[in-house]
């Protein structure tokens, strides 16, 4: 018999890309609904705000998740924290903007029992997004090219019974400029929080989930809500958990649900314009 709900102190999710076909919006609504924390952190690219200026659209499935973070703060008194990321910069002018139980930040300290934690998207730290923002958009449809092709993969492997393979993530893990980009970005955050004197750094951007220790700095990387479906809680003990959604389903099941209805697709969202 599955548990009611997971009570946990904190939540950090990044990445989901909502506006985005490949945003697995359900599951991470599924998850949220069956979690209850003091404190949530949407540690950016929540909303993609690259995607859909170029023609993606915004489903009902992507105003039901902004629904339940609403829910979490009108029902649970949750307090909600949105770290502007890079796909939803438009956000970057209102920041630090305060309504209620909702704050919009650029980065966060997270006071725990082990120490301050430092919380950031962590785009700061990739040159090519900082400086060179037209060929981060090159990137951005390359990498949008590869998961509409995984998509295809994946239904083929799906129809001769093996399980989901990441092709992105398998690139990651096999292409030396991939692993060395990463392994640069990890001891740039976990340098920053260093100086910053925090005991561990919590961010996302890189889609690469992690819980480590590089030398005396605790880095986590909450992953993705494309791929990899996963991300950090923090437990009243003080400890904290990177969580797979394949684990949290084992005792909270999702019912699998048929693709949407093409009339369940609306008009993209309007960014806002700011002057």
Not at 47 to 53: C, F, P, V, Y
Not at 88 to 102: A, C, V, Y
Not at 106 to 116: M, R
């Amino acid at each position: 018999m599955s548990k009611a709900h997971l009570n946990v102190r904190t939540v950090i999710v990044s990445d989901i890309h909502l506006g985005t076909p490949h945003s697995k919006v359900g599951e991470v609504t599924h998850f949220l609904k069956y979690v209850r924390c003091d404190r949530l952190i949407l540690n950016g690219d929540i909303i993609d705000g690259w995607r859909l200026q170029r023609g993606d659209v915004w489903t009902k499935s992507h105003t039901r998740f902004i629904r339940r973070i609403l829910t979490m703060i009108q029902k649970r008194d949750t307090e909600v924290i949105y770290l502007r990321g890079n796909h939803d910069d438009f956000l970057g002018r209102l920041l630090p903007m305060q309504f209620e139980s909702l704050s919009l930040v650029e980065d966060y300290v997270l006071e725990t029992s082990q120490g301050k934690y430092l919380v950031l998207h962590g785009d700061v730290f990739d040159g090519i997004v900082k400086n060179m923002v037209f060929i981060a958009h090159l990137g951005d449809l390359g990498y949008n090219l590869l998961l509409r092709l995984n998509r295809s993969y994946n239904w083929f492997r799906k129809l001769r019974g093996k399980e989901y393979f990441s092709l992105s993530q398998a690139i990651k893990a096999r292409v030396k400029q991939a692993v060395s980009f990463v392994g640069k970005f990890e001891d740039q955050v976990a340098k920053l929080a260093r100086d910053r004197g925090c005991r561990g750094v919590i961010c996302g951007h890189i889609h690469t989930p992690a819980d480590k220790m590089i030398g005396d700095i605790h880095y986590l990387n909450s992953g993705d809500w494309v791929e990899s479906l996963t991300a950090i809680v923090e437990h009243y003990d003080g400890r904290f958990e990177l969580m797979t959604f394949k684990q949290f389903t084992t005792s909270f099941p999702m019912t699998p649900e048929s693709p949407a209805p093409a009339e369940e697709i609306e008009s993209p969202l309007q960014l806002p314009v700011l002057a």
